[in-house]
Each structure stands twice: as C-alpha cells, then as structure tokens.
C-alpha cells in the first residue's frame, strides 16, 4: 500500500486496499499509511521499520537505501524475512509500474 501510494498508483491502491480490508485491517491504519511517519502510534516499531525501508527503495533514486533505513529493519527482521521484504517491495514497485505503463485505473480490470 505505502509503495502504491508513493507510485501514484490507483489500480495497484484500490486492490491492495480493499484486500487488506477484507483481511480485518482497520480504516484507520489504512488512512495514516500515507501519513506513517507523523502517526507512528498507529504502527509498530517493526511496522515502521518496513515502511521506511519501502521509502528508501521506492524513492532508490533519491539517496539509495540509507543505512540507518537498512539497519532499523535489519534490527527488525532476520535474514530470510529481511529478504522476503525486500522482495515485496520490489515486486509492488514493479506491478506499479506495469499497471501505471498499461493505463491501469482504480476499480476496472480493462484498459
């Protein structure tokens, strides 16, 4: 969802969103994603590590992975979860991508 948000992209949004509804996640989770870093009350320090590490590697071309970013979510994660993560990211990245390339829009499965 966070990467969704810092993509720009609605489609990949709107079913992640509603997945994660569907899964029990409170609205107000959902709202403060975008907002993390001024509502971290909202999330846990684990959370929070995974949503600085999906800035970082969303924004890669910024200022790459600072290492502050890599090390709280290391601090978090062991090896194979930290790996899993980042495949997560990376993956979203991608679908963003591929739904923002193909004229993807929120709610519809056409182009």
């Known amino acids: 969802i966070r990467a ?13 969103t509603t997945d994660a509804r569907k899964a029990g996640e409170s609205e107000d989770r959902l709202h403060m994603v975008a907002v993390w870093q001024e509502a ?15 800035d970082a590697v ?10 502050g970013v890599y090390d709280r979510a290391a601090a978090h ?3 194979e979860e930290l790996a899993h ?3 997560l990211i990376l ?9 923002l390339s193909t004229a993807k829009r929120a709610g519809t499965d056409e182009r």
């Open 4 to 16: 969704s948000h810092l993509n720009r992209c609605a489609y990949c949004l709107h079913m992640h």
């Open 40 to 54: 971290e009350h909202f999330f846990t320090e684990r959370e929070q590590a995974a949503l600085a590490l999906t």
């Open 58 to 67: 969303t924004r890669i071309g910024d200022a790459g992975v600072p290492d």
């Open 77 to 79: 994660f062991d090896e």
């Open 85 to 87: 993560l980042l495949a």
């Open 91 to 99: 993956t979203i990245n991608t679908w963003n991508r591929i739904a």
